[in-house]
């Protein structure tokens, strides 16, 4: 079992930043990718951006490349979501996520809000 635990969320004003950051547990040994996806009230989920555990290559939804940087710590088996100019269109409830295979994302964690005000 995975245990996956964010923090870092809050309110913050348009143009902040703020850092996330999800730390696994449990049976980590073998980790594909870890990334974040964000729900805005009533709508689905989204994915936000992911990174690749052995070669460290990252993804990132169109919305939010050059504005997130998403990163890892092997050691800490933790990635981190580094948030900068952030708009009201970015509030929304944020999720780790752990894709140990290379399948789909079988792990999720409680979730972080994340508010943005203009």
């Known amino acids: 079992q995975v245990q996956l635990v964010e923090s870092g969320g809050g309110s913050v004003q348009a143009g902040g930043s703020l850092r996330l950051s999800c730390t696994a547990s449990g049976r980590t040994f073998s980790r594909y990718r870890m990334g974040w996806f964000r729900q805005h009230p009533e709508k689905e989920r989204e994915f936000v951006a992911a990174v690749f555990w052995s070669s460290s290559r990252t993804d990132y939804a169109a919305s939010v490349k050059g504005r997130f940087t998403i990163s890892k710590d092997n050691a800490k088996t933790a990635v981190y979501l580094q948030m900068n100019s952030l708009k009201p269109e970015d509030t929304a409830v944020y999720y780790c996520?752990?894709?140990?295979?290379?399948?789909?994302?079988?792990?999720w964690g409680q979730g972080t809000q994340v508010t943005v005000s203009s």
């Open positions: 996520a752990a894709d140990l295979y290379g399948s789909n994302w079988q792990h």
